[in-house]
């Protein structure tokens, strides 16, 4: 074990003298209390170290004992439904509220082990050697580690075992045994290795309809969502972590408030997931990195957890990662950056940040595993620019790595309008792949509604500025049917409703007969006005309101209410034309 001797500490960072040899990235432990550490630059006879605990007390002349490996955590089947710290520490089911310092782990949690493989197989790196169930949730596949590979000279028989005991024996190839348990150790630094990437062919599905039908994200694939204060980042991450289609929910909390993550914290798990009726912790890992922890912690935090989405992104599974938010990650950099005396770049952030922005989301993949499976791993990562400022670095750096960007704006959110995303700042790269996808859950007019309905609220940004100026009653007849529309889409379609039983998730199926209908009620309102209709008549038609109710009021297992008022809105229509008709005749 290597040691060094600490010459000076300011924060979290400390410079020590070296008395054996260190590799860089090495985890090292420092003091008496073994607070933990990690080498992050080497010069003659000394190493600089990152301290990820709190330093007081400690003073020159204290020990720093190295590892031999890198910052690592430990991955198992036992992650699902607790609560972690920035380094995956236990939060939850331990006999004291706080982490002690030090703290490498939790005890051991006991699963019950079946075994996937016999004495004398060939057990290949990554691949399933049981799977493992405990008293509540869903069985998982214990996977060998992805650098481990060999014959199996022995397995234990089908039992209750603490997922560190080992439960397989392997005779690697140059003879040396390696025992392996239900868990293994992994560095976090390091991207999991897989067979090979794919390309992505599936929305992750949201719940929320701006986000599936004009932004969509795939399955596998990055989403930032920049908002300023008060935009409601938090309580739109929180809705996608409950009502998204991902197998498994890591909800990171980096740097938040300590009273939004005792939030989080207390609110998940009484949740029930609605596919299952099961708790929804069952198929959720929490990090709670709060912004009074550690500020290098923070900074670790974030590697933790998309580790962690990779685990089980190998077990076959699609994952969803939420991190809240990677702007109190960035100061976390910037921050250590300035201990270390390095040279500020843009905003003062480290030269480095557009790097690790890269090395972070670019982990994010479809993939065929190791194990055989396909998995995914898809990472949405809010951001707070201050003052909204888009421009600013993280928000700017984050662009170039993310196909999804989801704005959210003040006025929409100080409108009380609900996901405050603004549709003209938003954008999704790839969302034409998603059509094929679209048709098959019976939307095949899918992409030409979605232009249509951002055309019209591109139309209905500039008309507005017009408005202002000489009135929307002065406007001609085509654009008050337009504002008339774009309104409709916007109440009717793009606003839903956190509290709402009905509203708060939306299925594909609803949110594609929606889309047709309101491109219905668009066709025929056009139609009308060609026909001599007065734009106030069609603003005054009764299926209006039910238009604009029908997120609240129609639930995914009511679509035939959909259709009975598609046929209201062709009557009322119907009707109009004879007034219409009449109307022209008295002018004639």
Known sequence: MSLAIVRSIAGPVLHAVKEGPFSLRESVRVGPQALLGEVVRIRDDEIVVQVYEDTKGLRPGTEVRGDGLPLSIRLGP??????????????????????????????????????????????????????ASGAEGRAQF?????????????????????DDAVVCVLRQGDGRRRELAMSHVWPVRVPRPVARRLPTQTPLVTGQRILDCLFPVAQGGKAAIPGGFGTGKTVLLEALA?????????????????????????????LTDSRTGRPLMERTVIIANTSNMPVAAREASIYCAITVAEYFRDQGLHVALMADSTSRWAEALREVSGRFGELPGEGGYPAYLSSRLA?????????????????SVTVMGAISPPSGDFSEPVTSHTKRYVKAFWALDVKRAQARFYPAIHPLQSYAEDAGEFAPWWAAQGNGQWLALRRRFLTLLDEQAQLERMARIIGKDALPAPQQVTLLCAELVNEGFLRQSAFSEIDRVCSPARQAAMMRLLGRFIDLAEAALAAGAEPERIGALACLRALQRMGEEIADDELPRLAELEARIEREFAQLAPATEASDAAHG
């Not at 331990?94 to 016999?118: K, N, W």
């Not at 409950?242 to 197998?247: L, M």
């Not at 909390?253 to 207390?266: F, I, P, Q, S, T």
């Open 78 to 131: 036992g992650l699902l439904g607790r609560i972690f710290d920035g380094l995956l520490r236990p939060l939850s089911g331990t006999d004291s509220v706080y982490v002690q310092p030090g703290m490498r782990s939790g005890a051991a949690v006991r699963l019950h082990f079946e075994p996937r493989i016999a004495t004398g197989a060939l057990l290949l790196p990554g691949a399933v050697i049981g799977t």
């Open 142 to 162: 214990c996977l060998a580690p992805p650098d481990v590979g060999g014959v199996v000279e022995s397995v234990v028989a089908p039992g209750q075992f603490a």
């Open 242 to 270: 409950k009502g998204c289609n991902a197998d498994v929910i890591v909800y990171l909390g980096c740097g938040e408030r300590g009273n939004e993550m005792a939030g989080v914290l207390d609110e998940f798990p009484t």
């Open 359 to 375: 090395d972070f989301y670019e982990r994010a993949a479809r993939a065929e595993t190791l194990a055989g499976g396909t998995g």
